[in-house]
């Protein structure tokens, strides 16, 4: 069982920024590719970004390319979602998750992940 836990929520104005955090209780989580997720309200959920395994690959919607940059460090067994300009359409719970097959690069694909965390909320005001 992995254990995945999301901080950084909150409220921000357009084009402000937020860092978003995800902490996975695994011991090979050094072995995992990572995505994050999110879903507005009315809408099915949608990839944002992955990173494969040793952080050396890194894939985005095309909707946040530009403005989120995701990244891990091996050592707190967290991952990152740096969001800059943010916009209204980018407001939705978001959703960190892991791949547990060893090595893999990262996938837009959310069924490709086996955990989820709880998900935390990002509102953008206009």
């Known amino acids: 069982q992995v254990h995945v836990v999301e901080y950084g929520g909150g409220l921000v104005q357009a084009g402000g920024s937020l860092r978003l955090s995800c902490a996975a209780s695994?011991?090979?989580?050094?072995?995992?590719?990572m995505g994050w997720f999110r879903r507005a309200r009315g809408k099915e959920r949608e990839f944002v970004a992955a990173?494969?395994?040793?952080?050396?690959?890194?894939h985005y919607a095309d909707s946040v390319k530009g403005r989120f940059t995701i990244s891990r460090d091996h050592a707190k067994n967290t991952i990152y979602l740096q969001m800059n300009t943010l916009k209204p359409e980018d407001t939705a719970v978001y959703y960190c998750?892991?791949?547990?097959?060893?090595?893999?690069?990262?996938?837009?694909?959310?069924?490709?992940?086996?955990?989820w965390g709880q998900g935390t909320q990002v509102t953008v005001s206009s």
């Open positions: 998750a892991v791949d547990i097959m060893a090595y893999a690069l990262g996938s837009p694909n959310l069924r490709d992940y086996d955990y």
């Open positions: 990173i494969g395994w040793n952080g050396d690959t890194t």
């Open positions: 695994a011991p090979t989580f050094n072995t995992y590719a």
